[in-house]
């Protein structure tokens, strides 16, 4: 690293989003990935694959798909209940983004969330908690990054601390509405 950084801790992000389906009764999960180029991505799933460790009665099934698009979460969703019909009680997103298009596909497969589907996203877009119905997700604290790079540039500008490149990792925070039922 030769620059500063500031992160979300996006492996813990998608840990407490599925133990939040967990601790709603959701055992089979369809999960709709990332690029597998992106850091955050990566990440993130391996916050999937750790909580999938500590759970063996949990099935997690991988999108045919990866990418941050509604498109990604729509073709996704389709392509899987083609295939495997509805085998999920539960769909997590890379982002809430590809929960938009996730949203879309079960609402044209006759599909409500939370009745029938529960859908957890990522990001905590400023949308989200106006779409029907509003989106449980994961936020990434959004103004306290944008607060922490600016002062590690001014920092920096003013020659202050140290010349080694820092990494700020920032916890994200899971927001509960209403797209997820408490489920068996």
């Given amino acids: 690293m030769t620059c500063d950084s500031v992160n979300v801790n996006n492996k813990h992000g998608a840990f407490i989003a599925m133990n939040h ?3 709603n009764g959701h055992r089979k999960i369809l999960f709709i990935r990332g690029p597998h180029l992106s850091p955050a991505a990566l990440e993130r799933e ?3 694959l750790k909580f999938l460790k500590k759970h063996d009665d949990v099935e997690v099934f991988y999108s045919e798909f990866e990418g ?3 498109e990604i979460g729509y073709e996704s969703v389709m392509a899987h ?3 495997y019909g509805k085998n999920f009680t539960a769909i997590f997103t890379i982002n809430d983004w590809t929960a938009i298009g996730a949203l879309s596909a079960l609402y044209e497969k006759g599909l ?3 009745e029938d589907i529960s859908l957890v996203g990522f990001d905590d877009a400023p949308y989200v908690k106006y ?3 509003p989106l449980t997700t994961i936020k990434q ?3 306290e990054m944008g607060q922490t790079a600016a002062q590690l540039l001014i920092e920096r500008i003013q020659n202050k601390g140290s010349n080694i490149p820092k990494n700020v990792i920032l ?3 899971l927001i509960v509405r209403k797209s997820v039922k408490k489920i068996g």
């Fill in 171 to 173: 916890q994200p925070q």
């Fill in 112 to 114: 409500k969330v939370p």
């Fill in 131 to 133: 779409i029907v119905p």
């Fill in 141 to 143: 604290p959004r103004w």
């Fill in 81 to 83: 209940l083609k295939k």
């Fill in 46 to 48: 391996k916050g999937v």
């Fill in 21 to 23: 389906l967990y601790e």
């Fill in 68 to 70: 941050y698009e509604p």
